[in-house]
């Protein structure tokens, strides 16, 4: 008996370890110079036409179809969304709280009004808030990172 509870104890251990492995999407992060979400928030511009990896604990996860991680370095600080075509990855509602590296380029947006509101109401509508497009008088300026291979730590 206290054989078999031993072995049970190695099996349950091992199934433990496999539910705690990394996740990787696309070919994984390139885990070197690795950059603060918050550090790239800061001067972003820097950052346009290179590939970068940033690193940050996830936040949110698109509900429907996990096309979309936002990251944090600190709670309450800036946050950036890596943001694929759907399919491409699908990161699981189970990485929020994780974190996560994504290696990819830094996109800028540049939203005209109609298309800030536009922004604006669907982030609300996904987060089932209600939404004021009048509230919204100018455009805005969007990064996001457009992944080519993410690594998610448990």
Not at 131 to 150: C, I, W
Request: hydrophobic share 40%.
């Amino acid at each position: 008996m206290k054989k078999f509870l031993s072995t049970l104890a190695l099996g349950l251990s091992l199934v433990a370890g496999a539910a705690i492995a990394d996740q990787q999407f696309g070919s994984g992060a390139v885990m070197k110079d690795l950059i603060a979400v918050e550090t790239v928030m800061a001067n972003p511009e820097q950052y346009m036409g290179k590939t970068i990896t940033v690193e940050g604990k996830v936040v949110d996860v698109c509900k429907k179809r996990g096309c979309w991680a936002e990251l944090v370095t600190n709670e309450g600080g800036s946050s950036l969304k890596i943001k694929v075509k759907d399919g491409d990855m699908v990161f699981p509602l189970s990485a929020r709280g994780k974190t996560a590296y994504a290696t990819g380029e830094l996109q800028k947006l540049n939203l005209d009004l109609a298309k800030t509101r536009a922004h604006l109401a669907h982030e609300a509508a996904e987060q089932k808030q209600s939404f004021d497009p009048a509230s919204v008088t100018e455009g805005m300026v969007v990064y996001r990172l457009k992944p080519s291979g993410v690594t998610i730590k448990d």
